[in-house]
């Protein structure tokens, strides 16, 4: 199905109404790559349905399952004010919904605007089930920067031939890493690099003259992005839903599950130019699709099949490139960051290689030095309990979870260029499903630090619940005595691309009780235990209280 991931907004209801949408969860026949396959989707829609919204709007989703798979939707991005039950992602705050069950998502747009995507959350169903939720501000409040003449939303994702279930079921089973995608697709099309896909492009026509706002959103699953369009400058005003100083670059770079709008003037010859997407690996001897997807950003008056000017990316291992990305990213107006902090977490973020445990190693142990591949913050790596951490906490049961992960790593030692990677050298990561506790309203600074165990990488890590400043990062060990913070207007994200061999420093305040999971994006390391989980206890009075479970919250 072909639809146009584009609207106009000229209208804007009255902020503070209610929304409702219908998702029921279905398979559907898709033609790509010279094949057919089974796809899950969101109403038969692939893309899926877009959520619009304004400020302070009540979005209500049913989300019915008419599958045979578990399902859940997040909604990333969203705060999720008091209403954690609803963040959506697997046995974190909810049970999966079970084939012919539904669910019904109901939360408030507090205080937020902008592109925002939401996405299952539960095995690797993501590679299909995904869609934008784009947030109006209030009505007569402009945008910070000159109106454009159009918008349109651009998501990137990465396709696979294969069932996506079957295959992280395979690929955890065997010890061994993730095959790349088959492709890589703008708004679910591949483009014309790609086999059988001369005609599976997408394309916004453009009027020579105008400004087009480009609500870009990362929903791949294993791989970071550079995005650029031939011959024309991307100027970036929003990151993670959140305005920024406005910054212009020729290409962007997205982790999974980072958002940024971007304005581009349709300033040059009439022609047809190359929209394109490929790929940023910044760690060692993966095998990754080399391949670009290609959209068309076609000027009318353009000959229509001509072809189109290739766009200039970065080399797949551009470090620097996306380095220049983040360095512009500056909150619009200076902002409120804690400066007196009374929580400090030191997490280490990285790969492990596990001893063999199976008496058919050929088969299950195909991770390096013949052992099985694993993920681990300070070296815990995270394993789903069999009930959700939420319901288990709000209901006191036992035996799910427990409190002691630790704030810092067990051991100090070189972690970017010192880090085991050989016997008789520990890789092992223990695993565990542990938790953090936080007091309500405590001011939190986390520095994440990459580790060279396997290899170093750039490690898109993302919070539920919450928003943070990106008060520092760079490259090596955290040093505190030389790290550079900025205290004045860092940007505000949900996601932040932990810089390969580097760290990364974020705050925030816990005002929002609940249960949250923070862990990689990459969908692979997170199934290899890259995560753990803060619990934000509850404040005063019922509005720092979390309230009690729907009644229809799914049963495991």
């Known amino acids: 199905m072909s639809f146009s991931y584009c609207c106009m907004a000229h209208k804007w209801p009255a902020g503070g109404s209610t929304r409702f949408y219908d998702f029921k969860v279905q398979t559907m026949k898709v033609n790509k790559l010279c094949n057919t396959k089974e796809i899950v989707t969101i109403n038969k829609m692939f893309p899926g349905p877009i959520v619009y919204a304004q400020e302070d709007d009540r979005i209500i989703v049913k989300v019915t399952n008419e599958t045979p798979y578990n399902a859940t939707i997040h909604w990333h991005g969203v705060r999720q004010k008091l209403s ?8 974190i705050t909810q049970c999966p919904i079970q084939a012919g069950a539904s669910f019904t998502y109901e939360f408030t747009l507090v205080q937020q605007k902008g592109t925002f995507f939401w996405h299952a959350h539960v095995s690797w169903l993501r590679a299909t089930v ?20 159009e918008e349109h939303i651009v998501i990137l994702g990465e396709y696979w031939l294969r069932d996506v279930v079957q295959l992280e079921r395979e690929v955890l089973a065997s010890g061994g890493t993730a095959p790349p995608a088959d492709a890589f697709t703008i708004n679910s099309h591949p483009g014309p690099n790609y086999n059988c896909s001369r005609n599976d492009v997408y394309k916004i026509d453009v009027v020579p003259g105008k400004t087009y706002l480009l609500r870009l959103i990362n929903a791949g699953l294993n791989m970071e992005n550079f995005f650029a369009i031939a011959y024309h400058k991307l100027t970036i005003v929003e990151a993670d839903a959140e305005y920024t100083k406005p910054f212009t670059t020729d290409r962007v770079m997205l982790g999974p599950g980072q958002t940024m709008n971007v304005l581009v003037t349709a300033n040059q010859p009439i022609g047809k130019y190359s929209m394109a997407m490929g790929p940023y690996m910044s760690a060692q001897n993966i095998s990754f699709q080399n391949i670009s997807a290609i959209a068309y950003f076609q000027y009318s008056g353009a000959v229509p099949n001509s072809i189109s000017l290739p766009a200039k990316l970065p080399s797949f291992n551009d470090n620097l490139a996306a380095k220049t990305v983040m360095d512009g990213l500056r909150s619009l107006n200076p902002v409120n960051v804690p400066k007196e902090i009374d929580t400090e977490l030191f997490v280490t973020l990285g790969l492990n290689v596990n001893k063999c445990r199976s008496k058919t190693p050929r088969n299950n142990c195909r991770g390096m030095n013949n052992g099985t591949f694993a993920a681990s913050m300070n070296n815990i790596s995270f394993v789903m309990p069999t009930v959700s951490i939420l319901e288990a906490y709000y209901k006191k049961i036992g035996g799910q979870f427990t409190v002691d992960f630790p704030g810092a790593p067990l051991r100090f030692y070189d972690f970017v260029n010192g880090a085991p990677n050989n016997a008789p050298n520990n890789t092992q990561a223990i695993n565990g499903t542990r938790t953090k506790v936080l007091k309500f309203g405590s001011k939190v600074q986390l520095i994440f630090q990459d580790t060279s165990t396997v290899t170093t990488e750039n490690h898109p890590i993302h ?5 943070f400043y990106v008060v520092g990062y760079g490259t090596g060990n955290y040093n505190p005595q030389t ?39 990459l969908e692979i390391h997170q199934s290899w235990g890259l995560g753990a989980v803060l619990i934000v206890e509850n404040g005063e009075g019922e509005l720092e209280t979390l309230p009690h479970p729907p009644a229809d919250l799914p049963r495991c």
Request: one cysteine or more; a negative charge.
């Open 130 to 149: 995904y869609g934008a939720i784009v947030v109006y501000p209030k009505t007569e409040v402009p945008y910070p920067f000159e109106h454009p003449y």
């Open 84 to 91: 954690c039950w609803f963040d959506g992602p697997s046995y």
């Open 483 to 521: 790290a550079n913070f900025n205290l004045i207007d860092p940007p505000y994200m949900n996601t932040i691309g932990v810089p390969v061999g580097g760290w990364a420093a974020i705050r925030f305040v816990a005002d929002n009780p609940g249960v949250w999971f923070m862990h990689c994006h």
């Open 463 to 467: 919070l539920h619940g919450y928003s």
